[in-house]
């Protein structure tokens, strides 16, 4: 008699990542050591806020990180209404009314295209 496994949905009370094309619990977000942009500190990032459930000046946010993706000629896998999505998406898994979320873009290889 075969059992039937329960698939249980994914914790994201402590934390929600955006990485590689799916949202993960923070826990569950990993990178690697040897990682172009963690070992030699190639990318950018910023820090919003959200309280009361809502963005603290998010466009500011938003303008200072993609400004710094491009000084850095890094590319992101999408536009800029989409990334804005993205952000609203990891607050809304965590349930959190009030958090910082920290947003970054890194370089994978030594050799960027």
Aim: with cysteine; hydrophobic share 40%; net charge neutral.
């Amino acid at each position: 008699m075969a059992t039937e496994q329960t698939k249980t949905a994914p914790d994201f009370s402590g934390g929600a990542a955006y990485m590689s094309g799916e949202y993960v619990p923070i826990a569950d977000a990993k990178i690697s050591i040897l990682d172009w942009g963690m070992i030699r500190s190639d990318c950018t990032y910023d820090v919003a806020h959200v309280w009361k459930g809502r963005f603290f000046r998010l466009e500011k946010h938003l303008d200072r990180f993609l400004k710094g993706v491009a000084k850095l000629r890094m590319q992101l896998p999408f536009d800029k209404d989409e990334l804005e999505k993205t952000l609203h998406k990891c607050v809304t898994l965590t349930g959190l009314d009030d958090a910082r979320l920290a947003h970054t873009c890194q370089q994978h290889s030594a050799y960027p295209a």
